[in-house]
């Protein structure tokens, strides 16, 4: 039986005899092969289904190794800043580890269904009126003081356990892909597939990929050089300013020889709707800005003809219903008559 990332990879991660093996089954998500995109797109397309986790994001991963380590550390409450997945994630495993979560998100900004869960998994919420980076600042200061532990991932523990995404990859291909596609919020995640891969290269030979990472243009810090202020984007996930792995991030763009470039809005929607319509896989928005970018990157060559990518699904697309509905043609025919219902399927088929 599979029972979760502590144990799968305890060789890898910084697990002592007293280190709780807490669980829930997180990790060995799918690697989906996006058959029709890939033809569209003249390479061979993988998609890390992340929001298979427990919690429909790759947070799990991360927060399952930076729980354990509080409570080993004797921690009885943790905090963290969140634009939603990380505090559905810390909620959970809290629950699964018996110590108090305590969440901080940004008022209004965080997808319904994630808010859905910090609620019914029973975590502290508490709501504040500026962004993630604000909300960052706050924790930080708090676990100064106050007795929690911080979970965000300027928690190295959380770095650890997210790397073993890139094993499975690694796993899964049976090598490393020429291209590792990410979104890029708070830059945890980029830079711990990277160390990742890196780990994996050094362990069991296999090959190391270009990082291309992308942010969204509203949010694009990194790519411009420069703190933004005012992040914005309808990505909320990755509605982030001032990320906190920023020079992590540029060494694994760096050593890799790959990219941190940002997408548009509209150029996320499109990626959004075109996995799920085309090749039935539902993400979240910020999981599709790592397609957004796969689609820029083989038109401006960054991507070449031929090479095998793995785009990473960060999260699940039921996490956010709302921007499912409101970016798509919704088109559903009201009938309660079951001839009109005939008619309305026969004149569709007819016409496949
Ligand atoms: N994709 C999703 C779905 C996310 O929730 C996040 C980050 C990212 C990508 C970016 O990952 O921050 O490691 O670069 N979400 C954090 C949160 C900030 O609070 O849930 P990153």
């Keep these: 039986m599979y029972e979760g990332l502590l ?44 929001g298979l986790n427990p919690t429909g994001s790759f947070k799990d991963r991360g927060m399952v190794m930076a729980v354990a380590k509080a409570v080993e550390e004797g921690a009885k ?21 018996g110590v ?4 901080v998100i940004p008022d209004g900004k965080i997808a319904m269904g994630k808010l859905a869960q910090a609620i019914i998994y029973g975590a502290d919420i508490i709501s504040i009126p ?8 706050a924790v930080r200061d708090i676990a100064k003081t106050e007795a929690v532990a911080l979970v965000n991932s300027v928690n190295p523990y959380r770095l650890e356990g997210q790397k073993t995404a890139a094993f499975e990859v690694c ?9 590792l596609a990410i979104p890029v919020g708070n830059a945890g995640n980029i830079s711990a597939y990277w160390k990742g891969f890196k780990e994996w ?3 069991k030979g296999t090959l190391l ?71 039935g896989v539902f993400v979240e928005p910020g999981s599709a800005a790592s397609l957004a970018g796969v689609i820029q990157h083989v038109k401006s060559g960054k991507i070449k003809p031929g090479e095998t990518v793995v785009t990473v699904f960060t999260g699940n697309g039921l996490k956010d219903p709302d921007t499912a509905i409101n970016a798509t043609d919704v088109n559903i025919s009201k009938m309660s008559d079951l001839e009109e219902m005939r008619m309305h399927l026969r004149n569709g088929v007819s016409e496949l």
């Design 7 to 50: 144990k799968q990879y305890k060789e890898y991660l910084p697990i002592t005899d007293k280190t709780p093996m807490i669980s829930l089954a997180e990790g060995n998500t799918p690697l989906i092969p996006l058959h029709s995109l890939s033809k569209e797109l003249g390479i061979n397309l993988y998609g890390k289904y992340e």
């Design 77 to 97: 409450a943790i905090v963290c800043a969140s634009t939603g997945n990380t505090s559905a994630a810390a909620a959970a495993y809290a629950t699964r580890a």
């Design 100 to 103: 108090k979560a305590y969440v």
């Design 130 to 137: 500026g962004n993630f980076d604000e909300a960052l600042k």
């Design 171 to 179: 796993e899964q291909l049976g090598q490393a892909p020429d291209v």
């Design 201 to 203: 290269h050094d362990k």
């Design 209 to 279: 990929p270009r990082m291309h990472g992308f942010e969204a243009e509203g949010a694009a810090a990194i790519v411009k050089g420069e703190v933004i202020e005012q992040p914005e984007t309808i990505a909320t996930a990755i509605r982030i300013g001032n990320p906190a792995s920023w020079k992590l991030a540029e060494a694994a763009r760096d050593e890799s020889n790959g990219y941190i470039d940002s997408v548009t809005d509209e150029e996320i929607l499109n990626a959004y709707r075109k996995v799920a319509a085309q090749d």
